[in-house]
């Protein structure tokens, strides 16, 4: 084998798998969300049930860095509103992985007011944070901070 060929085999081998870690690095954040979306994959004989663990688990690994990146206030220090923490609770707690003020408002009986400022109080403490779906709409999710927090106050 010689040199030329060596390389070809090594770049073909290892196109795949570098491109993963690429697409994983760019939609870090979006990763899980969209890991809890896909009820069911079959690969090459393999089929893999309930992502929702796999999406945990790839947030808590990738997350792990950024607590501190992100100078994330200590979980002792932050303190919840009995509001906040019900929106907050609605959010995780809910089948969703991202969730609008309506959905919300709805599912906790609070008006869409409270919520949306809820939102802003929540986003300032470092547990939520804001996109857009395909659609452009606005949505939230809880940052791994805002995991922690309301595991550690229920």
Do not use: C
Not at 3 to 25: C, D, G, N, Q, R
Not at 81 to 107: C, D, H, W, Y
Not at 144 to 152: D, E, F, M, V
């Amino acid at each position: 084998m010689d040199w030329l060929t060596f390389w070809a085999e090594a770049i073909k081998a290892l196109s795949w798998p570098v491109s993963i870690v690429i697409v994983a690095a760019i939609f870090k954040k979006e990763l899980p969300a969209m890991l809890r979306n896909i009820k069911r994959i079959k690969a090459g004989g393999v089929e893999i049930e309930r992502l929702e663990k796999v999406a945990e688990a790839v947030e808590s690994k990738l997350d792990e860095g950024d607590d501190n990146e992100e100078g994330d206030q200590p979980e002792d220090s932050v303190q919840l509103t009995q509001t906040e923490q019900k929106v907050l609770s609605a959010i995780i707690e809910s089948r969703f992985a991202m969730r609008s003020v309506t959905g919300v408002s709805k599912e906790t009986g609070l008006n869409r007011a409270t919520v949306n400022r809820t939102y802003s109080e929540l986003i300032a403490k470092g547990l939520l944070e804001q996109t857009r779906n395909s659609e452009g709409k606005l949505r939230w999710y809880p940052t791994n901070l805002g995991r922690k927090l309301l595991a550690h106050t229920s």
